[in-house]
T-cell receptor, first 116, second 114 residues
Framework: GAVVSQHPSRVICKSGTSVKIECRSL??????MFWYRQFPKKSLMLMAT?????????EQGVEKDKFLINHASLTLSTLTVTSAHPEDSSFYIC????????????FGDGTRLSIL | QKEVEQDPGPLSVPEGAIVSLNCTYSNSAFQYFMWYRQYSRKGPELLMY????GNKEDGRFTAQVDKSSKYISLFIRDSQPSDSATYLCASYDGGVTGGFKTIFGAGTRLFVKA
């Protein structure tokens, strides 16, 4: 099956630090990648959608300058949380969809980010 | 009204029970329907992927779509404690209206008691 690898799985860092999270599709080429945020016992909240080689489309209320997304290749997207603060602490999950028409999204295992 | 509605539960059943999880949707353009399972502190895992109306079976899992009533279901037979997780339904229109955006339900938390 389609595998999406997300790294790191856990990050604990000081306030003001920038944190980069990587998302890779291991056995398929992902035309589109998605970044979600999830609070405890809550559903997925889509932050942004990125297509390879173009700028990400952010959902309303998501700060572009705070959450930088790069989708440089068909197998790699990164999310950088810039100058992170405690309120940015959350579970971040990436997802990828293959370039083949009408394929479902596959998810990474998430990154638990804790800002002290 | 949300495009995909799902009762968050929790739903608690004894081991061996048949579990029925359900969602309703409002967008008649939706053609593709998915069920994901999410364990605590993990990303969602794709369980079932179906196109249009009908049934699809995979082991103990059966996905059912009724487009006339805009109702999607997931049945789990012989439920096991390891099935305890949050189950998310999802759908998208496959580009019919220009959108490939997947819409997710809120997720139903399932507990299977040994």
């Amino acid at each position: 099956g389609a595998v999406v690898s997300q790294h790191p799985s856990r990050v604990i860092c000081k306030s003001g630090t920038s944190v980069k999270i990587e998302c890779r599709s291991l056995d398929f080429q992902a035309t589109t990648m998605f970044w979600y945020r999830q609070f405890p016992k809550k559903s997925l909240m889509l932050m942004a959608t990125s297509n390879e080689g173009s700028k990400a489309t952010y959902e309303q209320g998501v700060e572009k300058d705070k959450f930088l997304i790069n989708h440089a290749s068909l197998t790699l997207s990164t999310l950088t949380v810039t100058s992170a603060h405690p309120e940015d602490s959350s579970f971040y999950i990436c997802s990828a969809r293959a370039r083949t028409v009408n394929q479902p999204q596959h998810f990474g295992d998430g990154t638990r980010l804790s800002i002290l | 009204q949300k495009e995909v509605e799902q009762d968050p539960g929790p739903l608690s059943v004894p081991e061996g029970a048949i579990v029925s999880l359900n969602c309703t949707y409002s967008n008649s353009a939706f053609q593709y329907f998915m069920w994901y399972r999410q364990y605590s502190r993990k990303g969602p895992e794709l369980l079932m992927y179906t196109y249009s109306s009908g049934n699809k079976e995979d082991g103990r899992f059966t996905a059912q779509v009724d487009k006339s009533s805009k109702y999607i279901s997931l049945f789990i037979r012989d439920s096991q404690p390891s099935d305890s997780a949050t189950y998310l339904c999802a759908s998208y229109d496959g580009g019919v209206t220009g959108g490939f955006k997947t819409i997710f339900g809120a997720g139903t938390r399932l507990f299977v008691k040994a």
